[in-house]
Structures are given as structure tokens and as C-alpha cells.
């Protein structure tokens, strides 16, 4: 089981800059990857960017070359860099971290972290 804890979202301007943190804790060694997702308001939850425990990245073609995704080397701490933020961002971002169970890969999600970005 994997414990994980978003900070640093909050009201910011468009064009300005966040950085999201998740603290994980627990069976961190079993972990595959970690990922951001967010969620708008009537909207799915979708993926924004991922990345695998050996550091390969991937990003939503909404987010590629404004976010960046990164990790600690223990997979202890996720962050996501956003950066040129636009309204469309406004969403509640969740982070995700991947392991393997014997019932198939399970998910482990945090609380979430409200980004409103203004117009």
C-alpha cells in the first residue's frame, strides 16, 4: 500500500507558474511509476503526465512543453512543474503511483490539490 500527499495548488493568473508536490509514503520499492491526473469540474479524470521509476516521461499533448514532471530518486516526493498556465489547466490534480499486486497493477491515489487558473 502506497500513502501519497499533494501540496502546492492554489489561485494563480494565466501565464503564471505552480509547482505540485506529493509526498509518498510506504511501499515505495514496489512502485512502477507515478503520475499526475486532474479532473475539471463535469469532466473525466485524465491523465496529465507520467513517469516510470527508471525516469522515461510522458505528458498529455494538453500539457506537453509547459509541465514537468519529476521524482526524488526513492520515489519519495513527485512534483509537477506547470508552467504558462492557462485557464483550460483549471482542474483538481490528483497523483497517482502504479505497483504490482497479485490481482494485476493497482493504483494509489492522493486526495487531490485544486489548481484555478484566471483569466
Known amino acids: 500500500q502506497v500513502t501519497l500527499v499533494e501540496s502546492g495548488g492554489g489561485l494563480v493568473q494565466a501565464g503564471g507558474s505552480l509547482r505540485l508536490s506529493c509526498a509518498a509514503s510506504?511501499?515505495?520499492?514496489?512502485?512502477?511509476?507515478m503520475a499526475w491526473y486532474r479532473q475539471a469540474p463535469g469532466k473525466q479524470r485524465e491523465l496529465v503526465a507520467r513517469?516510470?521509476?527508471?525516469?522515461?516521461?510522458m505528458y498529455a499533448d494538453s500539457v506537453r512543453g509547459r509541465f514537468t514532471i519529476s521524482k526524488d530518486k526513492g520515489m519519495n516526493t513527485l512534483y509537477l512543474q506547470m508552467d504558462s498556465l492557462k485557464p483550460e489547466d483549471t482542474a483538481v490534480y490528483y497523483c497517482?503511483?502504479?505497483?504490482?499486486?497479485?490481482?494485476?497493477?493497482?493504483?494509489?491515489w492522493g486526495q487531490g490539490t485544486q489548481v484555478t487558473v484566471s483569466s
Open positions: 497517482n503511483a502504479l505497483s504490482p499486486s497479485e490481482r494485476g497493477p493497482e493504483d494509489s
Open positions: 510506504g511501499r515505495l520499492f514496489a512502485v512502477i511509476a
Open positions: 513517469i516510470q521509476r527508471a525516469g522515461s516521461t
